[in-house]
């Protein structure tokens, strides 16, 4: 297995809801992250997990909170969201340093 | 903190022809360069990659090439096709520990003509 799985792959959510985004990985892979894009833009670091360990949190509001639960899961809890954070969030994971990342297909995120 | 930028932002060819988009890294102690492609709506998927032991990488029709002395690395593509058509995206990392923290150039939209 050479893919990351993320779900749902859209979701539609109001500002008062709680919903997780997940993240599976089966080639093992130590490090595992989350980047946030907005259209027509780059990919942006949120967090990155090395060692089922919380490496980086890139001063991200606390309405978004990661979890690891093993080596080959992540998800991204989600909570009082504001419009602005509808986007494209994308799972990615790596061998280790030096090593490219394999990126998720995405989870399209509508914040209404 | 690494600032990456990259030139152009769009990048118009006809078929056939060559296309070279460039990036420029702020972070000295930075140490892999991949090159990511993003189709519209689809996810990057890696492309090409150089390590910093590296001067330059050939992988069939796209290069790519690193000037560490002048924090500078390209992204070359001869013989372009129409399915080339995506947005780029290069990107520098220096590796710590177990992972790698890329931070992306702002992207090229190439566009192949038939």
């Known amino acids: 297995d050479t893919e990351v799985t993320q779900t749902p792959k859209h979701l539609v959510m109001g500002m008062t809801n709680k919903k997780s985004l997940k993240c599976e990985q089966h080639m093992g892979h130590r490090a595992m992250y989350w980047y946030k894009q907005k259209a027509k833009k780059p990919p942006e670091l949120m967090f990155v997990y090395s060692y089922e360990k919380l490496s980086i949190n890139e001063s991200v509001p606390s309405r978004f909170s990661p979890e690891c639960p093993n080596s080959s899961l992540l998800n991204l809890h989600l909570h009082a969201l504001q419009p602005e954070d509808s986007a494209l969030y994308l799972c990615?994971?790596?061998?280790?340093?030096?090593?490219?990342?394999?990126f998720g297909s995405g989870t399209r995120l509508t914040v209404v | 903190g690494e600032n990456v930028e990259q030139h152009p932002s769009t990048l118009s060819v006809q078929e056939g022809d060559s296309a070279v988009i460039k990036c420029t890294y702020s972070d000295s102690a930075s140490n892999y360069f991949p090159w990511y492609k993003q189709e519209l709506g689809k996810r990057p998927q890696l492309i090409i990659d150089i390590r910093s032991n590296v001067g330059e990488k050939k992988d069939q029709r796209i290069a790519v090439t690193l000037n560490k002395t002048a924090k500078h690395f390209s992204l070359h593509i001869t013989e372009t096709q129409p399915e080339d058509s995506a947005v780029y995206f290069c990107?520098?990392?220096?590796?710590?520990?177990?992972?790698?923290?890329?931070?992306f150039g702002a992207g090229t939209r190439l566009a192949v003509h038939p």
């Open positions: 990615a994971s790596s061998q280790e340093a030096n090593y490219g990342y394999t």
């Open positions: 990107a520098a990392s220096s590796t710590t520990g177990g992972y790698n923290k890329l931070i």
